[in-house]
């Protein structure tokens, strides 16, 4: 339980004290009304005594009371009815709320810090309320009356006269059977003689007189005179006295202050103001001082018998009736209690009460005290037996034995007054009344015993109840408190006597002397029994109280605490105390909140938004309502519906008190501010028949860190070439899409007059669909004049000035259940300056759903069903992005700061040119190696003209524009259609075999020395797109050798003709997706011919082998490839002329065919050959057919180049640092097998599709580097390495040695032996032939070097086994020369043989090495042929 005010010690005496009837003459009370008091009112401020009081009990002891105070009140013959005393007790829980100021306890217990109210003061009045207007009953005497006051005023004509008519008048009411209502204690009352007297206008000698004939009459010690009213009414304001009664009237009063909308009522001073004033005491129309009016008739034990259904008790707001009980009690400002009181006056009503008890009271109930004590011992002393048969005779007519059954069913038997077991209950109450516990409890204790021999139960209930609280208070606790007694009580109470305002004060009274024991877990437990459905008032006070016992505990039960908190709310709101519903729910959420319990939580926040919004707190409730909807709900989607509309209902009042004030924040839906893009710049155009606009970038597109890299790179490689090679130091990438990826740590720059789109990511939580209306981005404005200065005037929030941003509103956006949707919003930006996006503002609303939920009918006024569409409420939801977390010092690493998000903060910068891209017949399959022609469009839509267009790709093999030689004024695209892409020239059938020759500089077609072949200036005539002006230029596409599909970016760089500060260049990017499919793959060889004819002394010739094979897999379509046409291309060589050409000229390759082809290849002259530096190079073409394409004319040369260099930028040669003779001669030697030749194959595809044959032409390029090595056009797909088992070991010399291949060495000389191929020979006339054979030695290096000949057979041969097959070489057996630089040398040597047969000449073994150079690399030189000649005898 809560703390009290009173110690369990103070609070029982005080409530169980001696009643005292008061009896005024109309005189009297006309006197105390002076002071709008009755008379008993005016003694209750002083009815505690300040001093101790000293009696004797019956064995002559003495006995000290403390603190004794006595209840008097005026005589009231009804008893109250039960409806009354609910509304009361009503009234005064309502009336008695927590302080604002008051100060909370915190709690903590485990993970919980709990802010709880230490105090329930309503609890506490309403115990003492409730214990006050317990109505007299029949089986107890402590509210029964033990004197009665009566009262006269000193003014009456007679006024001994008056005190003998109300001595009759109380006789009357205790001894005549018409009145059954109050009680009396004994029939002998005692009865107290008060004579009072008005100072301020009475007579007082007349009063005096009065006095000592009432001293004559009564005895001095049964009467006195009370002198009051020393100050006339009208001199109260002179002087201002403290008022001891209001405090004590207040409790009483049954209307609170939120009652008195009347305002005060108007006081006349007619004598019958009295019925104005409607008091709380009087005789007639007058109420008891327990609020309890006097015209109510119902016997007291069927006081709860009316069952308490909550909507009769509608709280403090509703009922105004007639029969509201006062209306001015409480301290009205109009009223002034005892306002013709001094405090003279207040001493001597406080002595007069001293006086009463302890002359009057007091020394009556000592004596009645003892005269039943003596009738107790008198009764001891008899047996059992005679004393039951006395016991009969003395109850003649008590009601006849009952059997146990019925004593069970009803609340056992009713004694008469005169019944000796209830002179022992009177003893007890009045021993009990003035604290003599000890004696109280034996008596009740035998009371007790009686009771129960005679099964009356509800008697011995009463004596159980009192003696428990008598053992409890005695002193030094000689005995424990007997809790079980109190459980009897209230079982028996409650149970067989149905009676549960008895119950509820033994509730009352026990668990609060459980709490001062601090067994706050049986207190818990007695006060959640007694809850019920009889009231729902007390059930929720008692679950208040039994919430604090479980948090006041040891080890506090905090949850327990919570749910009786959300048990007592709930019955506290059936019972129409809706603040203090509100409040316990309020407490019991602290517990709730956070834990994971989303539907308790719910419940709270849903009820706590009902009770606020019935208490007009409409802050608090939109607050509780907004919690239900932004936790995770795990609420049913109709529930979920139900909490929406209250919540858009109550929003909608709050907004309709303040229509002018800002824009709430609304909770839904969720907005993912991280996941917001902005966009700048137009709508990408679709695709438009043949025209397809470039990609560019667009909200569609999904954010890949790799591709941004590629574009950064693309930017910074074509940024840096228009700034000689270096990026300057404040370039940073354009960024037309920001999003949580992006670097936002700058202000970004958006263009006038382009629109600005933000993507805002929401998701609706809810199972309900929710509907936005009128959706747009909220937005601040500071613009700034031409000169860049700002203005002055700094426009916020413009949203209705479209002249300076423009902005879009979506009419309808709808959320369909928990989805996430992104809206895009647009601004269009018409001057320059700083925006910021602040957030969106819009309309939340749902539609149509279900009128109630579970029973929970929407808040009056909520328009469920079809009207549901119309309940919107405006608001807002602010844009909060944060930024990236900063790890870069160790400031940073060591504490969380967070750097700037600036993505919604753009700077609107003056106007720039716009270029858009169209690409018109781009193909999206091509096969390997094909060539397309296509047109690119260049449009500039803005109002600036624009320059500098440059595109950069990283596959600049895949395009071109063509080279200087192109024409620059291509047909139009229709008109070559059917056209081939290449240019062509008939040529006459004779000149089949022999290659024709042109030449070309690779800087014609930008690929000079240095230059970055991936960034290609766009040939604008020019050089400038004007405003609205559009450019077509063909653009020639090469298929990629890998088949598959490949993504190719080509960034479009411009600029503008007027140079801006903030903005140097923009970009437009474009992404081509081509799917290439396998046509041709074509190998080639190149090895030095043998033959030594025909070189005019130097240079030597090569054999260039081919192999076609035609890998299409007829996915395409392709029914055939031919090979139209073989070039070269190279500083030093040429073909000359097809070798093996088969008589079928056409070269056709069906599906998985091969085409061998040779041909024989040449040195340039030496006019051909320009200088080392220089980019020419020689074109020599072969045609297969009748049309030659030029090869060193766009786009066959652009390819080619182009190709070439990217293989270039593959292999480029390891630059040697060491300048040693060793590395330079491994480098003559490498030299003598380079060959720097390109072959060109050139095709035509025969396609069917769609029963339409095409023709598609194309190039392969082979690339041959080193004489004997196989190069391939396409590259070659390397086969894993099988896993070998690991080696271990030790590397025995880490330096590698430069030393040539073999291959290589054997390059450096080429050996040719010249002899007759056959030869007769008489073999029978001379045994021995003797063959005249020439040895040609041809040093192919640059260096000088030194030869030696070995003739002698190798032993080891095969050859030399078989005698009949060696012939011998006569003369000398080794030669040694040297060889000058490309020098040939002929050796005459003579062959000796003594058979016919086929014999091999090519045994003679060449060793080389180079004449400045040791014996290192000294290998032998193979020759490339056998050599064979044919011996034949004649």
């Not at 929407?858 to 309940?871: E, F, V, W, Y």
């Amino acid at each position: 339980m809560a703390q009290c005010v009173q110690s369990v010690q103070e609070l029982i005496p005080d409530s169980f004290v001696p009643c005292v009837a008061a009896l005024c003459s109309d005189d009297a009370e006309r006197l105390t009304r002076l002071n709008h008091l009755s008379f008993a009112e005016l003694l209750k401020p002083f009815t505690r005594l300040t001093s101790e009081v000293h009696m004797r009990d019956p064995n002559n002891q003495p006995h000290i009371i403390k603190n004794l105070k006595i209840a008097v009140s005026n005589i009231i013959t009804q008893p109250p009815q039960p409806g009354a005393i609910r509304k009361l007790l009503s009234d005064v829980v309502s009336g008695s709320q927590p302080a604002d100021g008051l100060v909370a306890n915190v709690i903590t217990a485990g993970d919980y810090d709990l802010n709880i109210s230490a105090t329930t003061p309503w609890f506490e009045s309403y115990r003492e309320t409730f214990l006050q207007s317990m109505p007299a009953s029949d089986h107890e005497f402590l509210n029964h009356y033990l004197a009665c006051m009566l009262v006269a005023s000193s003014s009456e004509a007679e006024p001994m006269e008056q005190f003998g008519k109300l001595s009759q008048e109380q006789h009357r009411i205790q001894h005549n059977n018409d009145y059954s209502y109050p009680k009396w204690f004994i029939p002998n009352t005692l009865k107290y003689y008060v004579l009072l007297h008005d100072v301020s206008a009475g007579d007082e000698q007349r009063a005096e007189s009065i006095y000592e004939e009432m001293k004559q009459k009564y005895g001095t010690q049964g009467c006195y005179l009370l002198k009051i009213n020393s100050r006339t009414s009208n001199q109260a304001s002179d002087e201002q006295i403290p008022d001891p009664w209001s405090q004590y009237l207040q409790k009483n009063s049954i209307q609170n202050q939120e009652s008195y909308e009347d305002g005060p009522c108007t006081i006349s001073s007619n004598k019958n103001s009295d019925s104005n004033l409607l008091s709380l005491d009087g005789l007639d129309n007058e109420v008891k001082v327990d609020g309890l009016p006097n015209n109510f008739r119902a016997h007291p034990l069927q006081l709860d018998s009316s069952s308490d259904p909550s909507n009769n008790i509608d709280g403090p707001d509703h009922v105004k009736s007639a029969s509201s009980l006062h209306e001015t009690k409480k301290a009205n400002p109009g009223i002034i209690h005892g306002a013709c009181l001094t405090l003279t006056d207040h001493d001597r009503i406080r002595q007069f009460v001293q006086e009463f008890t302890f002359r009057g009271l007091l020394p009556h109930i000592e004596k009645t005290i003892r005269q039943l004590n003596d009738q107790l011992i008198s009764r001891k002393g008899l047996s059992r037996s005679l004393f039951s048969a006395t016991k009969k005779w003395f109850s003649g007519s008590k009601v006849p034995e009952k059997s146990i059954n019925e004593l069970k069913n009803t609340s056992g038997l009713l004694y008469p007054p005169e019944a000796p077991e209830l002179q022992i209950r009177k003893m007890a109450d009045l021993c009990f009344l003035v604290q003599h516990y000890d004696l109280a409890y034996s008596c009740y204790h035998t009371a007790k015993k009686d009771f129960l021999n005679d099964q009356a139960m509800l008697y011995a209930a009463g004596a159980l109840e009192m003696a428990a609280v008598s053992a409890f208070l005695q002193q030094g606790a000689a005995r424990p408190y007997p809790a079980h007694y109190m459980d009897t009580a209230i079982q028996t109470y409650r149970d067989i006597c149905k009676n549960m305002i008895l119950a509820e004060r033994c509730v009352l009274l026990s668990a609060e002397i459980l709490k001062s024991q601090s067994k706050y877990s049986e207190a818990a437990a007695l006060l959640i029994r007694l809850t019920s459905e009889d009231s729902d008032l007390r059930s929720a006070l008692l679950l208040e109280q039994a919430a604090h016992c479980f948090i006041n505990m040891k080890s506090p039960m905090v949850r327990k605490y919570a749910f009786h908190m959300i048990l007592a709310g709930h019955r506290f709101s059936k019972a129409g105390q809706k603040k203090h519903a509100l409040r316990c729910y309020c407490q019991a959420m602290q517990v709730y909140k956070g834990k994971g319990w989303s539907l308790a939580e719910d419940h709270i926040n849903f009820t706590i938004g009902r009770q606020s919004y019935t208490l007009r707190q409409l802050d608090n409730a939109v607050s509780a309502f907004r919690h239900i909807l932004i936790n995770e709900s795990k609420q049913s989607a109709a529930q979920q519906g139900s909490f929406l509309r209250e919540y858009l209902y109550v929003y909608k009042n709050v907004s309709q008190l303040s229509p002018d004030g800002p824009l709430p924040q609304l909770p839904l839906p969720y907005i993912n501010s991280s996941a917001t893009r902005v966009f700048f710049g137009h709508d990408r155009r679709p695709a438009d028949g043949e025209k397809q606009a470039a990609t560019h970038v667009s909200l569609d597109q999904e954010y890949d860190n790799e591709s941004s890299q590629q574009w950064r790179e693309l930017e910074e490689q074509v940024v840096a070439l228009v700034n000689k090679g270096v990026i300057p130091p404040n370039f940073h990438p354009t960024q037309y899409c920001l999003n949580s990826f992006s670097d936002n740590s700058r202000f970004p720059l958006a263009v006038v007059e382009e629109p600005i789109t933000v993507e805002v990511a929401f998701r609706n939580p809810l199972k309900v669909p929710l509907l936005l209306t009128n959706l747009s981005l909220l937005w601040k404005f500071q613009p700034k004049d031409c000169s860049g200065k700002n203005d002055e005037e700094v426009k916020e929030l413009v949203t209705s000035e479209p002249e300076m941003i423009g902005t879009e509103v979506i009419s309808e956006f709808l959320i369909n259940s928990e989805e996430s949707k992104v809206a895009r919003l647009k601004l269009f930006p018409h001057h320059i300056g700083e925006l910021h996006i602040l957030g969106v503002v819009y309309n939340l609303g749902t539609i149509q759903g279900s009128t109630t939920v579970d029973g929970i009918g929407a808040l009056p006024g909520c328009h469920t069903g079809k009207q549901s569409l119309s309940m919107s409420v405006r608001g807002r939801q602010d844009l909060e992005i944060q930024g990236p977390r900063l790890n870069s010092t160790k400031e940073e690493k060591t504490s969380i700061t967070y750097g700037p998000d600036r993505r919604l903060d753009p700077i609107i910068v003056e106007e720039m040119p716009l270029l858009e891209v169209f690409f018109i017949h781009f193909p999206t399959g091509l096969l390997c190696g094909e060539i397309r022609k296509a047109y690119v469009e260049f449009v500039n839509v803005s109002k600036c003209p624009l320059t500098g267009l440059k595109v950069v790709c990283k596959r600049p093999e895949f395009f071109t524009f063509g080279g200087n030689t192109a024409a620059l004024t291509p047909l139009s695209p229709s008109a070559s259609e059917n056209c081939s892409a290449y240019k062509t020239v008939v040529t006459e059938s004779t000149s089949v075999c022999t290659a024709l020759t042109s030449s070309a500089s690779s800087v014609d077609f930008g690929i000079g020395i240095g230059s970055q072949p991936e960034v290609i200036p766009v040939p604008l005539p020019d050089t400038v797109l004007l405003p609205g002006a559009s450019v077509q230029l063909p653009l020639w596409l090469r298929g990629p050798d890998e088949e598959g599909v490949h993504e190719i970016n080509f960034l479009f760089y411009y600029e503008s003709v007027k140079k801006l500060p903030k903005i140097r260049h923009r970009i437009l990017r474009h992404t081509a997706v081509i799917c290439t499919s396998r046509s041709l793959n074509v190998r080639a060889t190149v090895c030095r011919s043998n033959s030594l004819e025909d070189e005019e002394g130097r240079g030597g010739n090569m054999l260039v082998f081919v192999d076609v094979e035609n890998i299409n897999t007829s996915e395409a379509g392709v029914k055939e490839f031919h090979i139209v046409q073989v070039s070269s291309s190279s500083k030093h060589w040429k073909l000359q002329k097809s070798v093996n050409l088969s008589e079928n000229k056409d070269a056709k390759l069906g599906s998985r065919e091969k085409g061998k082809f040779c041909f024989k290849a040449i040195r340039c002259k030496e006019k051909e050959v320009a200088t080392q530096s220089s980019e020419k190079y020689t074109f020599a073409d072969i045609i297969f057919g009748n049309e030659q394409i030029i090869s060193s004319a766009s786009p066959c040369a652009d390819f080619f180049y182009r190709s070439l260099s990217s293989e270039l930028k593959k292999v480029q040669p390891s630059a040697h640092t060491e300048k040693q003779s060793v590395e330079d001669a491994v480098r003559l030697i490498q030299k003598c097998s380079e060959v720097d030749l390109n072959v060109v194959i050139l095709w035509k595809a025969y396609v069917v599709e769609d029963s339409k044959q095409l023709i598609l032409e194309g190039q392969h390029h082979v690339i041959l580097h080193t004489v004997g090595k196989e190069a391939y056009s396409s590259p070659q797909k390397q086969e894993p390495p099988e896993m070998e088992p690991l080696k271990f070991f030790r590397p025995e010399n880490t330096a590698v040695s430069s030393r040539p291949s073999v291959e290589q060495l054997s390059s450096l000389i080429k050996t040719s032996l010249h002899y007759p191929e056959s030869l007769n020979h008489p073999f029978h006339q001379k045994s021995l032939c003797l063959v005249p054979v020439t040895l040609l030695l041809s040093n192919c290096s640059k260096a000088d070097v030194d030869v030696i000949v070995d003739l002698r057979h190798k032993t080891t041969s095969p050859e030399s086994l078989e005698i009949h097959g060696s012939f011998t070489w006569l003369g000398q057996t080794q030669y040694k020369l040297q060889l000058k630089s490309e020098e040939i040398h002929s050796l005459q040597l003579k062959a000796c043989f003594v058979h016919t047969g086929v014999y091999n000449l090519g045994t003679p073994r060449v060793f080389a090495k180079l004449s400045d150079q040791v014996t290192v690399f000294e290998t032998s030189q193979q020759n490339s042929m056998p050599a064979l000649i044919i011996i034949n005898n004649v």
